[in-house]
């Protein structure tokens, strides 16, 4: 098992403009050269992003993303940015800031970095009297943002000056970084996709939550695949387990190079799903030189993701610069995204970031302007309460749900689901149906609009159908619970029936104390149709016999003969043909009495018990269901 001591799991992102030096400081720190490309060697800059682990005084390694600085590679840089707990902001002495530099730090402050060591290059190669006109440039750059008052220290990579105090300053920092949350289910956005002869396809990134283990299975998202995990390395060592906040390379079974990609997620299964649409709280930079009109296409990076988007506040027509609204970003392709998560947008062209955020509704449906209940539900998942925000999602399941879905349906970590059940239920908001292992929860307003909507359709059955025994339970859930799965129907009509909301009988549902009601003639009509059965024991008449000789609808007299047979007064036997019990009951015993070991014809059976074939074969295509008799080729043996 990994020891504390032996693992910091952070992140620290290089940032900073083109050729200030921020591979060359990477290998004066670690010893490791992060470019690692053909062009990059030629060109003699970063083109995509590398990686290094960082040893600390007290044996514990922590990871460096080195991304590209060029403005032409901010794609690549903010993939290496998803996940920095820590930044290091590189300003070269003989440069000082330049456009990529603020940009660099803009991606930082809309990705939520809020620590930072900045390190002035270079130097040996400037007169000392400007450096300290650089480190004011620096404090300048840094005012009124969340990485105001970060240390600022000189050094150069070339003679070593200021190297070993950079380490102890990055070591101190990263000490009060908050690490990654190791309980919640995995998910790593993959930076980089590659194979290797006799190993098969291998991805790296940064474990943004969770654990990773050999054996595992994991899901591929958005794709949807499953792949299992062979091995697992941590900076070019195999591990049991790799832990949130680790840079880590995962060696994986059941997918080939083409069917995984930078960009998709490496996900435990149950635990998220992709989306094309979600809500978000949006900024835009001060410094943007105008308004972002409501439908604007921008480029919507999340993780190691981009992918087009359109833009629309909940409320207005566009957002000014460095003001922050609710947003729906309406996406062209499918991203893996949770509430809380951070992103950046750029605009479309000429590409350029203005803005970014966080995740609040990670699958949100679209809304029309100025929408009071789209608003209202923001801020209630806004809030972070988890209470609040697992109602949201209760009152949009409409039906009950496990924890479970709910976790898939809201993208919120599980124990926050947890969180808010509990709560609700103890405040009376939600109500728990079902076995008290594997309960099902449905909001308390829910419920009670459920409740008043199949009350009302038994009231209205009863009074339309005043003969009927009950409603079918099937014709009951066809009406009121017309999306719901038998089992969740099942479930929240039987929690109706245990607090005595309903009566449940066999496959009929009935409103408590609800009788058959017939009135004198209708009476005097059922015991007329009762006594024509019983005086024709082997061949009473029809319901359209009946129906004719008494002067009837065939619906009135169906209903009638429906309470007879509730009441056992009759048995139907088929569509058309109701038989006395004590008539079925002698006709089975003659049955009985005359089969031999090879059975019993139609035939035979009609001259057993003295009728046509017009009764004899409905009566023992009845045996038959009932399981009395069974068919063999032309002939009935008994069971």
């Known amino acids: 098992m990994d020891s504390p001591i032996e693992r910091r799991n952070l992140i620290i992102g290089t940032a900073g403009h083109i050729d200030h030096g921020k591979t060359v400081l990477v290998k004066a720190l670690t010893g490791r050269d992060t470019d690692r490309l053909a062009e990059e060697k030629e060109r003699g800059i970063s083109i995509d992003l590398g990686f290094a682990p960082l040893r600390l005084s007290d044996g514990s390694i922590v990871g460096i993303v080195d991304v590209p600085g060029h403005e032409n590679f901010i794609r690549n840089m903010m993939a290496g940015a998803t996940g920095v707990d820590l930044a290091l902001l590189v300003v070269a002495a003989d440069d000082g800031v330049m456009p990529q530099t603020r940009e660099h730090l803009a991606i930082l402050d809309l990705l939520g970095v809020k620590k930072a060591v900045v390190a002035i290059t270079k130097i040996d190669t400037v007169d000392s009297e400007l450096l300290p006109l650089v480190e004011d440039e620096i404090k300048d750059l840094l005012k009124g943002t969340p990485l105001e008052g970060s240390a600022v220290l000189r050094v150069s990579a070339v003679t070593g000056e200021g190297i070993e105090q950079l380490r102890s300053v990055l070591e101190n920092e990263a000490s009060r970084v908050s690490l990654k949350s190791e309980n919640l289910p995995a998910r790593l956005p993959i930076d980089r996709v590659f194979t290797l002869r006799g190993i098969g396809t291998v991805v790296t990134g940064t474990l943004w939550s969770g654990a990773i283990s050999p054996g595992q299975r994991l899901e591929v998202q958005p794709r949807g695949s499953e792949a299992r995990v062979r091995a697992v390395q941590v900076h070019d060592v195999e591990r049991e387990k790799a832990f949130a906040g680790e840079r880590v390379a995962v060696n994986l079974a059941g997918v080939s190079r083409d069917q995984v990609a930078r960009g998709d997620v490496l996900a435990e299964p149950g635990y998220i799903r992709p989306t094309y649409m979600l809500d978000a709280r949006a900024r835009i930079l001060r410094d943007w030189a105008k308004p972002v009109r409501r439908g604007a296409r921008v480029r919507f990076h999340h993780g190691t993701r981009e992918v087009l988007a359109r833009i629309y506040p909940l409320d207005g027509q566009q957002l ?136 009302q359709a038994l009231e209205r059955f009863h009074k339309e159908k005043p003969l009927a025994e009950g409603m079918a339970k099937e014709t009951l859930k066809a009406q009121v619970l017309t999306s719901w799965d038998a089992r969740t129907a099942d479930v929240f009509m039987e929690a109706l029936a245990h607090d005595g909301v ?118 023992l295509e009845y045996f038959d269901r009932n399981r009395i008799t069974a068919r063999v080729g032309d002939v009935r043996k008994l069971r």
């Open 320 to 455: 000014k610069p460095g003001e922050s609204k609710a947003v729906q970003l309406r996406l062209e392709e499918q991203v893996v995204v949770a509430p809380g998560d951070r992103f950046v947008i750029r605009s479309y062209s000429p590409v350029t970031t203005i803005g970014g955020g966080g995740v609040i509704d990670s699958h949100a449906s679209k809304h029309k302007l100025s929408d009071p209940t789209a608003i209202k539900q923001f801020e209630e998942l806004e809030s972070g309460d988890a209470a609040r925000m697992t109602l949201v999602h209760l009152d949009r399941a409409k039906k009950p749900v496990t924890d479970a879905s709910l976790v898939l349906a809201s993208g919120l970590p599980p124990e926050t689901v947890r969180e808010g059940l509990k709560g609700l239920l103890t405040e009376g908001r939600t109500v728990a149906v079902g076995e008290k292992s594997a309960p099902l929860y449905i909001s308390t307003a829910n419920f009670e609009a459920v409740k008043g909507d199949m009350l």
């Open 502 to 619: 309903i009566q449940i009988e066999g496959k009929l549902v009935r409103l408590p104390g609800a009788k058959a009601a017939v009135t004198s003639d209708q009476q005097r009509l059922l015991d007329e149709v009762i006594e024509r059965v019983r005086v024709n024991p082997v061949s009473p008449p029809t319901v359209s016999e009946l129906a004719t000789e008494l002067g009837q609808t065939r619906k009135a007299l169906g209903e009638l003969l429906a309470l007879a047979e509730a009441d056992g007064r009759l048995l139907r036997v088929s569509p058309e043909l109701y038989f006395s019990p004590e008539a079925v009951s002698q006709i089975e015993a003659r049955l009985r009495e005359s089969m031999t070991p090879e059975g019993i014809t139609v035939g035979d059976f009609r001259n057993v018990i003295g009728t046509s074939r017009k009764y004899a074969l409905p009566l």
